[in-house]
């Protein structure tokens, strides 16, 4: 491995690294604030380049880093913002495929180093769907290195181009794999209660109300659950454009689901769930089912992007789009406490393979090492 250091080229001065986020996904944003902490902590000049509402929500100046205001990608002072915000720097990491076009952009006509992580895939149909596959090939072109955090992302940046396309770790902000992973809370029974859920098995999901989330399949699956006794209840938190869709079919069709926006506690809301259910389209590396394993709330999921991978057998995996298998699983997961109690067990386990905070900025900063040390004389 690349000896880890925080020396720029030629050891002038310490390393200065950009971090660029495009300000949305919740996500990438902890894991730039994980990022930056490590390499401040091991002498890492930092600047992160973010929506000044991201710092806010991330307090990336509290962990050392400097902040520097970019708009969002609508925005045209966007990319000149970014291209002063680099200036000197000795490497660039942008996040994403908007924040990296951006760079790409900002970056024209400079040797600086590009590295871009690809945390997901934005999905689209049509016309958006083509412009944003333009926008991959021209970023996959350009970056020096592109991470992708599931190997399925690794694929697409090397059939779009990518000269150097590299699986890369990610954590969930766990600091440390040695430690004893604790006991999960029980369910709350005020958060049960005020959803109605009293009395009742609580399956939950979180995410934006997006097409690509899968919600009508699982509202689809939600029939199959009438005939139970007690019913489950369905809670989905999250905001988005099929809200009034969702609405409409729950008090048509007199559906066991409640929608209640977005969640200022996900995990608490999480922690009170029986099952948690993730029915996306695509996923890459969910923080919704990493934070069920972490808590051990059994999940069922849909098999598809780097789920599998991720979760390994401490999860009931079904074909994306199968309503009948979705409630199937569902049910026999409610009928059965010992398998649930299995599924908790095994994502104790699955949860200690995954990279730590350490592990994932040792691997980074490797990359940075590489790509800003002098090279050999041949």
Known sequence: MTPVSSTAPHGQSPLRTVQVLGGGNAGSSAHVRSLAAGLVARGVRVTVCAPVDADHAYDFSGVGADHVHVPRSSDPASVAALRAACTGADLVHAHGLHASFRTVLALSGRRTPLVVTWHDRVQAEGARAHLLRMLERRVARAATVLLGTSSDLVDAARSTGARDARLAGVSLARP????????????????????????????VAVGSLDRYRGYDVLLDAARAWRGLDPVPLLVIAGEGPLRGELTRRIEDEELPVRLI?????????????????????????????????HAGVPLVATAVGGIPDLVGDAAELVPYGDPDALADAVVRLLGDPERRERLRDKGVRQTACWPTEDETVAQVLSVYDELTQPQPMA
């Open 261 to 293: 926006g977005r969640s200022e506690d996900a995990g608490g809301l999480l922690a009170a769930a029986d099952i948690a259910l993730l029915c996306s389209r695509w996923e890459s590396r969910p923080v919704l089912a990493q934070e069920a394993l």
């Open 176 to 203: 440390s794999r040695a430690a004893e992973p604790a006991e999960p809370d029980p369910p709350s029974p005020k958060v049960r209660a005020e959803l109605g859920a009293t009395g009742r098995p609580l399956l």
